[in-house]
């Protein structure tokens, strides 16, 4: 028997499943669209089963994001044929929404919150008989994200998300706060605050407001355990916002996208800092916070990049000495400023340099876990997972490194750690107690 079966015969509810690809952003937009499914007498799953219905939330950072989006609509479409699907997220923005209806989809719709409440009315109306009253609330995710700010009006020449995302627009504090508190309900012990330019929260706001305004709400207006924020830009780093780190909910982790470490590289990038503006922030941060983890993205092969400008790159990344470095080949998008830019790299020269500083990357990934062993954490415990044939749990800790651990119903809680040695791609922990 199906698992869509299995779920009208004994619960008598519809099943849909909820697919996701791609950033933090998406991830708190598939939340919500849960959220908004159970509500109305869904069952919902995050995994590819058999289902009444299907929600493929998109990515289409990348010409790979595209092709993942594309197979998955199409095969969730071949899984089962009499399912409806809705698409969403950024690929149908990028490619067209008939694109996406070609591959399947039965409903495509944008990111914003009209087009999510779309989404879900929509799946209500397709299914052979209505939903046997409200699905109760399933717990939630020991880390939850959660949306404050939608949209981007910086055009970086690389990037595709303002055509995909659409303007800035922030959410208001208490609507933050609201969905905060929701997930704590649900027993979410931590919160990644999320946006497509999260530095950019409240300046479409009249009065203007900073994302400072934003956390200041939080850390009043919620009883969450740990608060995460996601990415910032050198520029957000001021010292009212540090100054708010003295709260020890506010976990130590700062990602600073910095893309290049060559400024002639940056202006062509059309970012908004200089290499020096982004050493400062670096020094600020690691004055404000100690031990604070600064992880960030690096793009290797944009157009014009000499082997000087990516030296510079590999050096400044030295220099700083990131707990973690993404890093990402540049990938030519159609409609961004970059696609028609002289001096595109060969693919050959970007592959050579990506292998550096994937080598870097795990070199400053290695030392930070490194400094980590024999110093008590706490680790928020997240989920059971299947490594080298063994079941272990993993969680992170406040400065976001990934601990493995033995134990009984870790799910969840939040305890003191010993790392004693490094594991998989982080460290295994121990109990003090167990510690000789």
């Not at 694109?99 to 989809?105: D, E, F, K, P, V």
């Not at 062509?268 to 993205?297: C, H, K, N, W």
């Amino acid at each position: 028997m199906t698992e869509a079966a299995y779920a009208r015969m004994v619960r008598d509810r519809p099943l849909a499943a909820v697919l996701t690809l791609g950033c933090k952003l998406n991830l708190a937009d598939s939340e919500e669209i849960a959220r908004g499914l159970r509500a109305a007498g869904y069952d919902v799953v995050d995994r590819v089963c058999e289902a009444d219905a299907y929600v493929v939330n998109t990515c289409s950072v990348t010409h790979v994001a595209d092709a993942k989006s594309r197979g998955l609509i199409r095969s969730v479409r071949r899984l089962v044929p009499g399912a409806t699907v809705a698409v969403t997220g950024c690929y149908p923005r990028s490619a067209g929404f008939e694109a996406a209806r070609t591959l399947g989809a039965d409903l495509v719709v944008g990111t914003r919150d009209g087009d999510k409440a779309e989404l879900v009315a929509f799946l209500g109306t397709r299914l052979d008989r209505p939903p046997a009253g409200a699905a109760p609330e399933s717990r939630l995710h020991a880390r939850q994200f959660v949306k404050a700010q939608e949209g981007c009006n910086d055009v970086c020449a690389f990037c595709i998300v303002p055509r995909t995302r659409g303007r800035e627009e922030s959410r208001s504090i208490d609507r933050v706060c609201a969905e905060i508190e929701q997930a704590v309900e649900g027993g979410a012990r931590e919160v990644v605050i999320t946006g497509t330019q999260l530095g950019a929260w409240g300046r479409d706001l009249n009065p203007l407001r900073e994302p400072q305004h934003l956390i200041s709400g939080i850390l009043e207006g919620t009883e969450i355990a740990r608060v995460r924020f996601s990415s910032l830009q050198p520029q957000d780093i001021t010292a009212g916002l540090l100054a708010l780190w003295e709260d020890p909910r506010l976990m130590p982790h700062f990602h600073l996208a910095l893309q290049s470490g060559s400024d002639a590289v940056l202006q062509r990038m059309r970012r908004r800092y200089s290499v020096q503006a982004f050493r400062e922030a670096a020094e600020r941060i690691r004055a404000a916070v100690p031990g604070a983890a600064l992880t960030t993205d690096v793009i290797a092969g944009f157009p014009g990049e000499s082997a000087d400008d990516f030296e510079a790159t590999l050096d400044f990344c030295g220099e700083i000495g990131f707990s973690r470095i993404h890093c990402f080949p540049y990938s030519r998008r159609s409609n961004t400023g970059a696609a028609a830019m002289t001096g595109q790299i060969p693919h050959a020269v970007i592959a050579t340099r990506m292998k550096r500083l994937l080598a870097l990357a795990a070199l400053q990934n290695e030392r930070w876990r490194q400094r980590a062993l024999g110093k008590i954490v706490p680790v928020l415990w997240e989920r059971e997972r299947t490594i080298e044939g063994n079941r272990v749990w993993c969680g992170h800790t406040d400065a976001y490194l990934p601990v493995y651990g033995a134990g009984e119903a870790l799910r969840n809680r939040i305890t003191p750690v010993y790392p004693g040695a490094l594991y998989h791609d982080g460290v295994w922990g121990y109990s003090p107690g167990e510690v000789r």
